[in-house]
């Protein structure tokens, strides 16, 4: 069981995965990134704008996971990848280095997957992300997550993915990432 906000214990089985309009959520989606990421209200700030261009992109889907009285816990949103986004072009020198610069072609990108820390390590990320890929019409999936050896990684690995490059610097990002493919659908745990 998990505490809620008044205090009441929740179930991880009660919280309910749907697509989530996140256009219409995003401030409520970047509190959750915030609280899960460590978030100050300046990068916030920018991440919404990013999030709100995003969700734009053709193919760009979202889900949510919510309480009973419908407070966000967690969410997902990816889209196809292209070439020319800014993610790829930041990851593709890393990825020809290893040789795995294909994985830009015909992939699903899983641009983020937060869970409030109340609700990590419970099934819910898992959750949304096999969601998000189920419906995804590429046949394998990337991701970048932070370089070091986290639950999230953890996970990651559990559904399929491997690590196609390490030490990937972002621009303003003060820690090394990882890039992650995975062949889809994930595997189930």
């Keep these: 069981m998990t505490p809620t906000p008044g205090g009441a214990a929740q179930d991880a089985r ?19 990134q915030a609280r899960a990421f460590g978030l100050s209200a300046d990068e916030v700030a920018v991440r919404r704008h990013i999030v709100l261009r995003h969700v734009t992109h053709p193919g760009a889907r979202a889900l949510g996971a919510t309480l009973a ?16 986004q800014w993610w790829s072009s ?26 409030l820390p109340g609700y990590q390590n419970r099934g819910i990320g898992r959750r949304l992300i096999t969601g998000l890929t189920d419906a995804a019409d590429q046949p394998r999936s990337i991701l970048s997550a932070i370089d070091t050896e986290s639950p999230a990684r953890a996970l990651y690995r559990r559904l399929g993915y491997r690590d196609l490059a390490r030490r990937v610097l972002f621009p303003s990002a003060p820690s090394p990432y990882a890039v992650m493919g995975a062949v889809l659908p994930l595997r189930r745990l």
């Design 14 to 32: 009660d919280v309910v995965v749907a697509p989530l309009d996140l256009a219409y959520r995003v401030d409520e989606a970047l509190s959750v």
């Design 69 to 84: 009285g419908g407070e966000l816990v967690g969410f997902v949103y990816g889209m196809p990848n292209e070439r020319s």
């Design 90 to 115: 930041v990851v593709e020198p890393y990825l020809r280095r290893e040789g795995e610069d294909d994985w830009l072609d015909d992939s699903f990108t899983v641009t983020e997957l937060h869970v």
